[in-house]
C-alpha cells in the first residue's frame, strides 16, 4: 500500500510539503536539476543518487560555462566539495532539436 512518491519516509505527511534539505533531495532524484560550482559552471541534467557527501552521479549531463554549452556527458560524477548549490531546472533538458 505505497500511496505516493517518496516512500520511507517516517511520519505523516499529507500536503506533500518538502520538510528537511534530505526530503528535497529524496525528492528531486530521477528528475532534471542544476548543479552549480564553486568555479561558476554549470551542469544540467538528471540526478542519478548522491551520498552524505553531496557527492553526485548525473546522467544526460550538459556542462554549461557562462552560460554557453559546451560540452555533453553520458554519465557524470561531482565531487561533493565542489558543489555550491543543486536547484530543480525550470525547463526540461529537451531544448530544441
Same mark, same amino acid.
Given at each position: 500500500? =505505497?500511496?505516493?512518491?517518496? !516512500?520511507?519516509?517516517? !511520519?505523516?505527511?499529507?500536503? !506533500? ?6 526530503? *528535497? ?11 552549480? $560550482? =564553486?568555479?561558476?559552471?554549470? %551542469?544540467?541534467?538528471? $540526478? /542519478?543518487?548522491?551520498?552524505? %557527501?553531496? &557527492?553526485? /552521479? ?5 556542462? @554549461?560555462? &557562462? !552560460?554557453?554549452?559546451?560540452?555533453? @556527458?553520458?554519465? /557524470? *560524477?561531482?565531487?561533493? =566539495?565542489?558543489?555550491? %548549490? ?10 530544441? /532539436?
Amino acid at each position: 500500500m =505505497n500511496g505516493g512518491g517518496g !516512500g520511507s519516509g517516517s !511520519g505523516g505527511g499529507g500536503s !506533500g510539503s518538502v520538510k528537511t534539505p534530505t526530503d *528535497f533531495l529524496k525528492l528531486i532524484r530521477g528528475r532534471p536539476v542544476v548543479v552549480k $560550482l =564553486n568555479s561558476g559552471v554549470d %551542469y544540467r541534467g538528471i $540526478l /542519478a543518487c548522491l551520498d552524505g %557527501y553531496m &557527492n553526485i /552521479a548525473m546522467e544526460q549531463t550538459e556542462e @554549461y560555462v &557562462n !552560460g554557453q554549452l559546451k560540452n555533453k @556527458y553520458g554519465d /557524470a *560524477f561531482i565531487r561533493g =566539495n565542489n558543489v555550491l %548549490y543543486i536547484s530543480t531546472s525550470k525547463r526540461t533538458l529537451a531544448d530544441g /532539436a
